[in-house]
Each structure stands twice: as structure tokens, then as C-alpha cells.
């Protein structure tokens, strides 16, 4: 599933395109994703002007001139498709969603498994919808502290991997991020959630901020059917040390017999990767 820097590639993206553009024509080709589309999805979003752009963690919100944002949410496979139109490409495959703007662009929400999701919710309350409330600070804002963290993981028995994935921690992370985030801050993925308040915070923080910087600098990590909404490979993994890595040498270690490189473990069903010698 795309996370944080892959949402925040693909949103800058449609707001290149789309903001302050009018949308002349929206049409849906099913009744739904994830869920039903909200009742007249698409003659809601003819004739408005795009007003501005929002990431809530993993999900996009695209303001209109009605006061209405439309809430989008990529899931597993979804991918914002963006061509001029009439070009003689074909629309591409499982499009649902589809938006055209007075200056000749289309933009298709194409997604073959459908667990991607499409609402509108007022501009005024988009904090109160039921998938963004509840969700914690965003940790690219500077109100993203050791402080805040600390307070969010005190009392918390479960692994500081799994502390992390909970987006009432902390906003938009997940499987990859953490695993790298985790790396740099020499923390295990082990550890319980509850020790790191303190010093192991004041590493983690900068850690997770710096990873998704550099993630989204990189355009995200182009993994199984992410691209970004031009049709462009993100290349983060380029630069994965730990993620998908299993048996590689570690960067912070001499090799072998000293370290036997990137472990990978299991953790709530999800695959987890680090150096169980460099991370504590």
C-alpha cells in the first residue's frame, strides 16, 4: 500500500495539473470502490474549481470551490492517471473515476482491485471524517516531537514496529518507512514501545523525518503497482538499507563473521527487516 511519501508525490502531482483549474467534466464508471461513491459524485464535482490540496497521512484531499474536498484514498493498487485529452493512448484498465479540466487534462482513478475509496466530506470538517479522526500528528510538521511521541508510545507494551504502523501514534507510516526509520535510529524493531521515550526519541524523530524527506525527494518507493501520476517510477528502493534486504550486508557493519547482515522476522503478519547488531 502506498504510504506517506508515495501519497505526498502523487498529490503534488494532480495539484500541478488540477489547481485552479475547472473541472468540466466527472463521470464514474461504477457504482463504487471500496465503498459506494457519496450520491451524485460526479455532478458535484462538475463545474467546480479546484481551490487547493491536503495530505491527511496515507490519504489525499483535493478542495473544491463548493466547499466540498473530495477524499481520496489510493489502497492497494490504485493509481491517478493523468493524460491530455483526446490522446490516442487507451484509458487505462479498472478506470473508475474520471475528471477532465478546461485546460485539456484528464485524470483517472484507475484501481484493478477496488480497495481504494472515493468521498466527499465539507471542507470544514475534514478532520471529523470517520477514516481521519482519531489519526495522530503528521510527522513531517514541526509539531511532530520526541515529546509528542514519547507521550503517545508511554505505557505501551507492544514492539515500537507495531506502535509505529498505528496511525493514532503518528500519521501516514508504514511497513517500509518504519523499517528504515528504525534502522537509522539504531532502534530494534523488538523493542517495546514503552522504552523509547527519552533519548531513543530524540533519534527516532529526526530518523523518520529524514527518511521521508529523502522518500519523497525520490518520488517514493515504486514497489509492485505504485507510480506517480505522470506514469513515473519512484526510485526510493534504490536506497532501501534494511527493507526487502534479507541476507544483504548491512551498510554499518564489517560482515561476516562479526554480523550476518539484514535479518528479516514476522511481526503481527507483517515482514519485518533489520541488523540485530547495529539495532538495539
Known sequence: MPELPEVETVMRGLSRLLLGRTLTLAATNREGMRWPFPPGLAARLTGARVESFRRRGKYMLMRLSGG?????????????????????????????????????????????RRFGSVDLVPTAAEDGHKLLAGMGPEPLEEGFTPGILASALTGKKTPIKA?????????????????????????SPRRLAHTIPGARAEKLVPAIKAVLEEAIEAGGSSLRD????????????????????????????PGPP?????????QSGRSTFYCARTQR
Open 68 to 112: 466540498d474536498s473530495v477524499l481520496i484514498h489510493l489502497g492497494m493498487s490504485g493509481r491517478m492517471v493523468a493524460r491530455p485529452v483526446g490522446s490516442n493512448l487507451p484509458p487505462p484498465p479498472h478506470e473508475h473515476l474520471v475528471m477532465q479540466t478546461d485546460d485539456g487534462q484528464r485524470v483517472g482513478f484507475a484501481d484493478p
Open 163 to 187: 506502535a509505529l504502523l498505528d496511525q493514532r501514534v503518528v500519521a501516514g507510516l508504514g511497513n517500509i518507512y518504519v523499517a528504515e526509520a528504525l534502522f537509522r535510529a539504531g532502534l
Open 226 to 253: 505504485y507510480v506517480q501520476a505522470d506514469g513515473e517510477l519512484g526510485h526510493f528502493q534504490d536506497r532501501f538499507h534494511v527493507y526487502d534486504r534479507e541476507g544483504a550486508p548491512c551498510p554499518l557493519c
Open 258 to 266: 562479526t554480523c550476518r547482515g539484514v535479518s528479516r522476522i514476522v
